[in-house]
């Protein structure tokens, strides 16, 4: 999951879940005060009553009115306790409505709020209720909450809109970051294309990665070149034991012991050759000192390279099939060449006695397919410089050289296992 999408997906529900208890609490609150309201008029309307009884001494007139509604009962003197009450308010408009239009079930009664007092008269005690409609402070609640929802909704989608549109462009620099280090390569000379920004966190990232990249180059350049430099002089070594293991085994007559030292001793130096001349192939590679732009029928430098091998095929029982179509590559024949012997040398030197290779050919790829050992190699081995199995005599540079010469050729390289063969699969 991106940050992006779980920043909002956090905000998004913290904010529907600080609306809805803010919205439940605010309509509470205005309820509580248009509630609050009512009960300061019930007031106001039982302070009139006690005003008119002291000045007349006797009871208000009564009107019937759809503002408010006042009964009087007379009661036991001390039975009536002054409250507040939820009550029903009968709304003479409707009466009137529903008498006219003969809807006799049309709604007669509303909600209303209520003040029971007691006033006394005289000798006589009453039982006093005043009864306001709380239909009107109903509909005002629902007025004022829809308008703040509404508002409530707007903010929050205007908030959502503009969280991803500036969340977008803010992450824009880390994107074009990390799609730059998806592209690099250690062996350009290219410095990594930043962007300047304005956000410090995003700057201090730039300069580590500046930092971090200048670091990787010169250290690789440093090795390249200690190898380069390494496998140069060990030639003149190199060639002077050979000259001079040519020319004692030349000279003089051994025993069987000494025979058997000095092959051991030519085998371990043909070794070393071997291993400083795929060195310095692969710096030269990686150089890109080999490049050229030759015509190749692949088709046919194929062919010719099995009729090369067809001795060994038959020394090792190998069984040999080819599916060749027509592919022209344009670029350097010596690499065509080493990655062409490095691979048909791999499958044939791991391969089974009475094994099979299988090639294919197309416009698109070339696939090579071996018999061999029974599980898959390891994908994060394969390709690694010196790893080699515990049986080969090899350098364990072959398919680092031939990965490097596809990326080389802009190919890739690709190994998959299904039993029984190993195939390995360059995509043109």
């Given at each position: ?55 007349n001494h006797r009871l208000p007139q009564v009107f019937k009115s759809n503002d408010q509604q006042i009964t009087f009962t007379e009661a036991e003197p001390g ?198 001349q795929s060195l310095l192939l692969l710096v030269k590679i990686e150089n890109r000192l080999l490049e050229s732009n030759e015509h190749i029928d692949l088709k ?119 039993s029984p063969y190993h195939t390995f699969t360059v995509n043109f």
């Amino acid at each position: 999951m991106k940050l992006i999408t779980r920043y909002n997906r956090v905000n998004l529900l913290t904010t529907v879940v600080v609306m809805l208890i803010t919205g439940i609490i605010y309509y509470q609150a205005i309820s509580l005060i248009l509630i609050s309201q009512l009960e300061k008029d019930l007031v106001v309307e039982e302070n009139e009553i006690f005003e008119s009884v002291s000045l007349n001494h006797r009871l208000p007139q009564v009107f019937k009115s759809n503002d408010q509604q006042i009964t009087f009962t007379e009661a036991e003197p001390g039975s009536v306790k002054r409250r507040f009450i939820n009550t029903i308010y009968r709304n003479y408009d409707n009466v009137k409505y529903a008498k006219r239009h003969h809807h006799h079930d049309e709604e007669e009664f509303e909600t209303g709020r209520g003040l029971i007092t007691s006033v006394t008269v005289g000798d006589k005690y009453y039982k006093v209720l005043i009864v306001i409609s709380t239909v009107e402070a109903e509909d005002l609640i629902k007025i004022i909450f829809g308008i703040t929802a509404g508002v409530i909704l707007l903010l929050f989608v205007t908030l959502y809109v503009t969280n991803r549109l500036l969340l977008n462009r803010l992450w824009q620099p880390f994107y074009d970051l990390l799609r730059e280090l998806r592209f690099f390569n250690i062996t350009d000379n290219k410095d990594i294309p930043l962007e300047k920004t304005n956000i410090d966190e995003f700057e201090e990232l730039n300069q580590a990665i500046i930092g971090m990249s200048t670091r990787v180059k010169s250290d690789y350049k440093e090795l390249k070149t200690f190898t380069e430099n390494a496998s140069h002089e060990l030639l003149t070594p190199i060639a002077v034991i050979n000259s001079k293991l040519d020319t004692l085994i030349q000279t003089d007559s051994f025993s069987l012991k000494q025979s058997k030292l000095l092959s051991d001793l030519y085998s371990a130096v043909s070794k070393l050759t071997r291993l400083n001349q795929s060195l310095l192939l692969l710096v030269k590679i990686e150089n890109r000192l080999l490049e050229s732009n030759e015509h190749i029928d692949l088709k046919l430098h194929i062919q010719d390279m099995l009729i090369q091998f067809e001795e060994i095929f038959l020394d090792k029982e190998l069984k040999v099939s080819s599916d060749l179509g027509e592919k022209e590559l344009v670029t350097s024949t010596y690499l065509v060449d080493i990655l062409l012997n490095n691979l048909l040398g791999n499958a044939i030197r791991h391969n089974l006695a009475g094994g099979e290779i299988r090639i294919k050919l197309t416009d698109e790829l070339l696939v090579i397919q071996n018999t061999g050992a029974t599980e898959a190699l390891r994908h994060d081995e394969i390709f690694t410089r010196f790893h080699k199995s515990t049986e080969s005599e090899g350098s364990g540079l072959g398919l680092t050289i031939s990965r490097q010469i596809c990326e080389n050729l802009n190919f890739t390289l690709n190994y998959s296992y299904q039993s029984p063969y190993h195939t390995f699969t360059v995509n043109f």
